[in-house]
């Protein structure tokens, strides 16, 4: 399988920890930029692949969320700039059920093969299309009510056992509660929004919802995984509802175990990536319509995605250049 993107995403993400003050790093996961998209066919990437994107597009400055393959921006009327490289993603294809490929770490399910793909940023060619529908709009951070009030529809279509009060935000699997400060304990709502969502994310792992339990992967570490799936999965549920992702509250004291996590264990991320997507899919199911429809119906429907790097019928596939010639 191409490890490519992710080990670079693993080592960008290792050095960043080591030279920033943890309670100012900002990792991939957050900000304001929507989740991003094949400009080709408005499929939305999923799973660790958002990440890399995200990554690449908090190193460049990229404001636009569409890419696209070269064979791709071309067919749009497209040119990639000479000498602009590609991002190295991962896409999936399934194969027969008699044919060799890989299966999800402990997942049954069709088998897959794996192959790498470069993509380019829309700030990356000459004479992209203009943006049109929800892609364009800005993320908020809640200062319009009815962000409020989306946010407070989806928490109740959960059916999440929600007890106000208290210093700190947590999730009790013993009671199958949520515990959250006041609303007025957070300075702002992105906050607010950013902390009962990563809640939310543990509440989806329950033995009778996800059944995510990480100690067999993970062992001593499942912890800090399971933070780091929490962190990761709340960033893909705010940026489908089109809010501004913010630190949780013990973001600081959560980035060494983090560090220490992907320096022994260099797939950990993808695992967390792959299991935060699936449980922003559960919980997707839950969002009114007009924040799920935004593009094609969510994040993530399961570990082994066909086809992600979004390739259409103008779009054969085969190697594609990394840099544009």
Request: aromatic letters at 8%.
């Amino acid at each position: 399988m191409p490890t490519e993107p992710y080990a670079h995403l693993t080592a960008t993400i290792l050095a960043q920890l080591a030279t920033a003050d943890p309670a100012s790093w900002s990792p991939p996961w957050h900000g304001a930029d929507p989740l991003p998209v094949n400009a080709l066919t408005g499929r939305r990437y999923r799973g660790l692949n958002t990440l890399v994107l995200w990554a690449a597009a908090q190193a460049q400055d990229y404001t636009d969320p569409r890419w696209a393959t070269y064979r791709q921006w071309a067919a749009l009327g497209a040119q990639v700039r000479k000498a602009e490289r590609g991002t190295a993603i991962v896409f999936y294809k399934d194969l027969p059920a008699d044919a060799e490929g890989d299966a999800a770490p402990g997942q049954p399910g069709p088998r897959f093969v794996a192959r790498a793909s470069h993509v380019f940023n829309a700030a990356q060619v000459d004479g992209a299309p203009d943006r049109t529908g929800s892609a364009a709009g800005p993320m908020g951070d809640g200062l319009d009510p009815a962000d409020e009030q989306v946010l407070s529809t989806f928490l109740a279509t959960t059916g999440a056992r929600i007890i106000p009060g208290g210093k700190h935000a947590c999730y009790s699997t013993a009671s199958d509660t949520i515990r959250l400060p006041a609303r007025s304990a957070f300075p702002t709502f992105s906050g607010y929004a950013g902390t009962i969502i990563h809640e939310l994310v543990h509440w989806s792992g329950a033995a009778h919802r996800l059944a995510r339990d990480l100690t067999g992967r993970f062992g001593s570490r499942a912890y800090a995984a399971e933070e780091l799936v929490a962190e990761i999965g709340a960033a893909f549920v705010l940026a489908d509802i089109g809010l501004v992702r913010t630190p949780h509250p013990d973001h600081a004291a959560y980035c060494a175990a983090w560090a220490t996590l992907l320096r022994d264990d260099p797939r950990a991320l993808t695992t967390a990536a792959r299991l935060a997507a699936q449980a922003a899919g559960y919980l997707g199911a839950y969002m009114p319509p007009a924040a799920s429809d935004t593009a094609d119906g969510g994040t993530c429907p399961g570990p082994a995605e066909p086809d992600e790097a979004g390739r259409g019928a103008s779009d054969p596939g085969g190697a594609e250049p990394g840099i544009a010639a």
